[in-house]
T-cell receptor
Framework: DAGVIQSPRHEVTEMGQEVTLRCKPISGHNSLFWYRQTMMRGLELLIYFNNNVPIDDSGMPEDRFSAKMPNASFSTLKIQPSEPRDSAVYFC???????????FGPGTRLTVL | GDSVTQMEGPVTLSEEAFLTINCTYTATGYPSLFWYVQYPGEGLQLLLKATKADDKGSNKGFEATYRKETTSFHLEKGSVQVSDSAVYFCALILGGSNYKLTFGKGTLLTVNP
């Protein structure tokens, strides 16, 4: 299996621009998670989907952030408009059944200038 | 709320040295405990886990024992290798249907030849 796939791996954009991060979970996995990693706050769960339905979005920082999962094999995390404080590494993870053993993608390093 | 505290890094060791990374937790219930590892440029990978008190998780020469009395889950390895250089994260998740992994800040380990 190819593992969790994320794209792009690196994104540099200017403040105010829209950013879309993409994730393809492992085939057969029914749960998907988006995390943000920063030096100051460590790893934070942004949103959790189960069977394509958002279950918990309490970690989404504000209305500028939105996430979708239109089908079992694809999810997006969108930031509009982006701000410099959004600079971080964003990870997608997926799992089947047991939520504790999550498989992480390689991450997208976002830099907002 | 639930939280994980792990020793500040970075930790620098010589090859074949003994490793201990301390981790303590605070949780309202009876969590499962985990160590995840993040190699440079990659996403997190589950290293080991323990789901109840006195359980010992082990993998790739690493071990950690769930100590309820001291609310700890320290990671140990008897003889580290250069290839063990990575960031190590202690984490917890409450049992049942709870899906939310709570991570420590991470500890950077560098092993020199």
């Amino acid at each position: 299996d190819a593992g969790v796939i994320q794209s792009p791996r690196h994104e540099v954009t200017e403040m105010g621009q829209e950013v879309t991060l993409r994730c393809k979970p492992i085939s057969g996995h029914n749960s998907l998670f988006w995390y943000r990693q920063t030096m100051m706050r460590g790893l934070e769960l942004l949103i959790y989907f189960n069977n394509n339905v958002p279950i918990d979005d309490s970690g989404m920082p504000e209305d500028r952030f939105s996430a979708k999962m239109p089908n079992a094999s694809f999810s997006t995390l969108k930031i509009q408009p982006s701000e410099p404080r959004d600079s971080a590494v964003y990870f997608c993870a997926s799992t089947a059944g047991t939520p504790d053993t999550q498989y992480f993608g390689p991450g997208t390093r976002l830099t907002v200038l | 709320g639930d939280s994980v505290t792990q020793m500040e890094g970075p930790v620098t060791l010589s090859e074949e040295a003994f490793l201990t990374i301390n981790c303590t937790y605070t949780a309202t219930g009876y969590p499962s405990l985990f160590w995840y590892v993040q190699y440079p440029g990659e996403g997190l990978q589950l290293l080991l886990k323990a789901t109840k008190a006195d359980d010992k998780g082990s993998n790739k020469g690493f071990e950690a024992t769930y100590r309820k009395e001291t609310t700890s889950f320290h990671l140990e390895k008897g003889s580290v290798q250069v290839s063990d250089s990575a960031v190590y994260f202690c984490a917890l998740i409450l049992g049942g249907s709870n899906y939310k992994l709570t991570f420590g800040k991470g500890t950077l380990l560098t092993v020199n030849p």
